[in-house]
Every structure is written in C-alpha cells, then in structure tokens.
C-alpha cells in the first residue's frame, strides 16, 4: 500500500465534507423503500515535491490520482414512523507514484506505482423524531494491490427536547492487511506475507443551535491503532551510510479534539469555521484552522471561496536522509511525519436549480471546487474535482 499523502486524504475529506447535505426527512410518510438522492463525486489531483519515503526522503514525489464516488441514498418510513436511512457507495481510485518505481528499479512494475484502490460502503440509520433519537451502523471494504481492510462502526445519537441540541457517540474499527513488499535491496533473509493493522476509534459529539444564526459543533475522538504501522518499502538510509527500512512502533493513541461553527451573516452569506487540535503518543501536535465562505449570488448561483492553515511537529522517531544512526530502535524519513506547515486555498462555483440542469429535472445540483496546496518542504499539489446531485 503506497501511503497516500495526507494531502489527499485532508483535500478529498473536506470536498466529501463541503459536498454533504443535510436531508429534510419531514416529508417522508411512504412505507415503501425509494430513492432519495443519487452523488457522484470525481476529483483529479496532482502533486510534485523530492522527499519521497521510498528512497528515504530524497527523490521525487510525483503523484497523480483520480478519484471517483457514487453514492445512492434509499429513505423507507416503517409501521412506527421511524425513518430508515441507507447509503451504498462505491468509490474507485486510480493513481500513478514516480517514487514507487524506485521500489525495484529495474522494472516499472513497483507495488503501487500505477494501481486501483476499490472502496464499498453501506450505512443505515433509523430516525425516531417522536424520541428525537437516531441509531445506524455502517460496514466498508477497501483493496489495492498490497493492502487490504474490513471496516464496520455503530453510532447513536439523542436530541433535546427542543432539538436544539444533540449529543453523539460513534464507534469505528479498521481491520487491515499489509503485504510485505520490501524495497529491492532489502527482500534477502526478510519473511513476506502479510501483517494486521487494526484500528479502532470512539467519537463523542455535541451540537447546540445557539440561535437562528450560529451552530456550533464539538467532537472528540479517540484512536487507538495496533500492528504493523510502518510501511516496508520505505527506506531509511543511516549517518553511517548503512541503510533499512522503516521500523516504527506497533501501537499508536491519537486524541484530536476540534470546533465547527457555522454562522448565517444575513440571506446570501454563510461563514463556516473549523479548528482542530491533535497530539499522539508518537510525539506530533497538530493545529488545523479553516474558514470557508460560501456567498449566494443569485437564488440559483453561489461561490465559496476557502482557506485552511495547518501546522504540525516531527514525530519523535522521524529524521531526514542520512541523519538517522543505525543503533536507534525506531525510525522514518518519511517527511509526512515530519515538521512543516501547509496552506490550502481555493474556490467552489455552485449551482442548483428546482428545476433540473440541462433538461434532466432531477439533476439539480452541480459544484466544481479548486484547491491549491502548499508544504513547506517544497511539496506543492493542485485538485479539481465535480460533484453532480440527482434529488
């Protein structure tokens, strides 16, 4: 599994985030399962940078990825008024990796430097509005050429009595697979197969609407991950001109905490705000603060322009090329753990018409969003992507 930077990972997440919909379910009293609403989502990023973790830390960075998601929302009403809720999702990546050819580099056929990754998901969750209670659960799967996970999680949550507060728990594991595939140089006397990576997380939750104008919300999350964490085709190379390969710890607790307020400035402006602290136990503290502005030009057309600010420590076992001695126990000169700060900045265009879009009338809703990243280790990455709603 190449380890996709967490640029992508934080870009992707915040169009899925900008793209979701909160769904009116007042309207819904037939018993009989129909289709609500159908998402598909295409993005297509790009990335350049030279401190790639498979030659450790020196080298190319250069990465494409296409990414594609379509989702359908099915909504049924049973005999107790309760709103069921399911979501089925397939998303599919494909992407290209210069380092990973490096992985052997006499051939061009390196474990992920062009592979598809394949994610399913389903989700249910029933709405009780005369309790003001929801329960739901969810369960996914995701594959690529050297690494595979089973995902399954339940959540819960309960309003006020006026319902202008809801509090939330939600509970997630991961159970991953590795393949070892180790860098060229490195197979003689190593075991292949695969290691576990699990991962299990715990998300607690508070909403208030404060009034007409301001919400706000708080999470809290909890992860703990267990197995095998490092990635073994990245090198490391050592002070004493030795070289291995990653080796890092076999468990890790993660605690990010954070605030989402969102704030009605008059009919046609929304200001949405976001800020989250984490540390864990490997040694890295994180500071992300994002404000995006979404502003109504015409009852049918809106922009939102967005900026987010993100800064983080080195974990303790990261060094750069070279700078490693051989008698440590852990290490990694993978630059995604390492110190840096990182500006993304960008726009979405918006448009939704009751009506339909090009004479397809339940096709009402299309956005195009742009993002320009940059890290102060040199890496710089752009993303465009398309979402296309059919209500």
């Known amino acids: 599994m190449l380890r996709i930077p967490v640029t992508i990972l934080a870009l992707y997440a915040s169009i899925l985030s900008a793209f979701s919909q909160a769904t009116d379910t007042a309207r819904y009293e037939d018993r009989k399962l129909k289709v609500d609403e159908v998402n598909f989502v295409s993005s297509y990023y790009r990335q350049d940078g030279n401190n790639a973790a498979v030659t450790g830390g020196t080298g190319s960075e250069k990465l494409t990825d296409f990414a594609t998601t379509i989702d359908v929302h099915l909504l049924k009403t049973d005999r107790k008024h309760r709103i069921n809720s399911y979501n089925i999702e397939l998303g599919i990546d ?44 969810n369960f996914s799967l995701s594959s690529e050429y050297d ?25 997630q594991t991961f159970q991953d697979a590795v393949t070892l595939i180790y860098p060229i140089e490195q197979r003689a006397g190593r075991k292949g197969g695969t290691e576990a990576r699990n991962t299990y997380s715990a998300t607690v939750s508070y909403s208030q609407i404060v009034n007409t104008r301001l919400q706000l919300l708080f999470l809290l999350d909890l992860a703990y991950q267990k197995g095998f964490l490092s990635l073994p085709f990245n090198r490391v190379y050592f002070s004493d001109n030795t070289a291995g390969i990653e080796h890092l710890p076999g468990a890790r607790f993660k605690v990010p905490a954070s605030v989402r307020l969102s704030y009605f400035l008059g009919d046609r402006i929304v200001v949405r705000a976001f800020y989250r602290y984490y540390q864990d136990d490997w040694g890295l503290r994180s500071n992300t603060a994002e404000l995006e502005t979404p502003v109504k030009i015409t009852p049918f057309f809106s922009i939102s322009p967005f900026y987010r600010y993100y800064n983080q420590s080195a974990i303790d076992y990261f060094a750069p090329y ?25 726009t979405g265009i918006r448009f939704n018409s009751a009506d339909g879009i090009l004479g397809i009338g339940k096709f009402n809703t299309v956005e195009i969003r742009y993002g320009h990243y940059t890290r102060q280790t040199g890496l710089v990455s752009n993303i465009i992507s398309l979402h296309a709603k059919f209500k």
């Open 322 to 346: 070279k700078q490693h001695a051989s008698a440590e126990v852990h290490y990694t000169s993978d630059y995604d753990l390492s110190k840096f700060d990182s500006h993304l900045f960008g």
């Open 147 to 171: 690494y595979f996970s089973v995902g399954g999680g339940i959540n819960a949550f309960k309003d006020s009595k006026d319902r202008s507060r809801q509090v939330g728990i939600r509970l």
């Open 94 to 137: 494909t992407y290209t990796s210069a380092s990973s050819d490096k992985i052997d580099p006499s051939t061009v056929s390196s474990a992920s430097s062009a592979d598809q990754r394949i994610y399913p998901s389903i989700a249910w969750s029933r709405i009780n509005e005369s309790k003001g209670s929801t329960i739901g659960a």
